[in-house]
């Protein structure tokens, strides 16, 4: 699996759009860019994986750069209760082992 | 769908004893996998169970071990407790199916004193 690289925190205002960018310059053609999240001691959740389109869903949206050497999550309005750890993952998946770096703990600031 | 379920949520336990962690994973999935936290070394991955055969394994000494069930339950133990092993363990559910997404339970924060 690919090394990803993320900004060890940010913040952002409340209402405000939320860009956490990813870089995974080693990336192979058959990896995908997963992210997660983790609230406070809570199980990571799911919020959104590409290989290499954009994609978008109820949560957030997924930029993946034409070279897929990096990616960026977008949650449009972001909200106190999206204050977290975001973790970029670029896996394979086979054998569903991730490997997690440290993540971006994103502040949303009231 | 109901969630991935682990059990106990908290447990506390003394150097050397042995600990059983459950994790039910999501209705459907067949492959289970279990994840230690530690402020030290983050989110690790311990190992991978498949319909019951372990598939993949991390870098864990032999005192962490799996097992699945027919029902894709997974039980995890850990024998001859240490300070270290105090953690936050995880476990993830999915199909199984290579690019399939994982789905995390709310974890078991295991205390050793």
């Known amino acids: 699996d690919a090394k990803t690289t993320q900004p060890p925190s940010m913040d952002c205002a409340e209402g405000r759009a939320a860009n956490l960018p990813c870089n995974h310059s080693?990336?192979?053609?058959?990896?995908?860019v997963y992210w997660y999240r983790q609230i406070h001691s809570q199980g990571p959740q799911y919020i959104i994986h590409g290989l290499k389109n954009n994609e978008t869903n109820e949560m957030a949206s997924l930029i993946i750069t034409e070279d897929r050497k990096s990616s960026t999550l977008i949650l449009p309005h972001a909200t106190l209760r999206d204050t977290a750890v975001y973790y970029c993952?670029?896996?394979?998946?086979?054998?569903?082992?991730?490997?997690f770096g440290t993540g971006t703990s994103l502040t949303v600031i009231p | 769908k109901a969630g991935v379920t682990q059990t106990p949520r908290y447990l506390i336990k003394t150097r050397g004893q042995q600990v059983t962690l459950s994790c039910s994973p999501i209705?459907?999935?067949?492959?289970v996998s279990w994840y230690q936290q530690t402020p030290g070394q983050g989110l690790q991955f311990l190992f991978e169970?498949?319909?019951?055969?372990?598939?993949n394994k991390g870098n864990f000494p032999g005192r962490f071990s799996g097992r699945q069930f027919s029902n894709s339950r997974s039980e995890m133990n850990v024998s001859t407790l240490e300070l270290g092993d105090s953690a936050l363990y995880l476990c993830?559910?999915?199909?199984?199916?290579?690019?399939?997404?994982?789905?995390f339970g709310p974890g078991t924060r295991l205390t050793v004193l």
């Open positions: 993830a559910s999915s199909s199984g199916t290579s690019g399939d997404t994982q789905y």
């Open positions: 209705s459907g999935h067949r492959s």
């Open positions: 993952i670029a896996t394979r998946n086979t054998g569903n082992q991730f490997y």
């Open positions: 169970y498949f319909s019951e055969t372990q598939r």
């Open positions: 080693t990336i192979s053609g058959n990896e995908y």
